[in-house]
């Protein structure tokens, strides 16, 4: 049997915690920041877990993470 392809775009946007979490970074923050408060964009900072209805895709999307 073949082997799985990873989908790259999953894989450079996200990445695995050591239980198996599903790691993202938040969206928000690239344009249009002029009138959203410093608190606001601080807290866009960092990376957040992905949601549980969404971790068995993101595993799906990368197999071997």
Known sequence: MPKMKTKKCATKRMKMS???KVMRSQG???HLNGYKSRGRK???R???V???T???TMHRMQPYA
Do not use: S
């Open 28 to 30: 928000g923050k690239a």
């Open 18 to 20: 050591a239980t198996g």
């Open 50 to 52: 992905t949601d549980v």
């Open 46 to 48: 960092g990376i957040t």
């Open 54 to 56: 969404v971790e068995k």
């Open 42 to 44: 601080r807290n866009l």
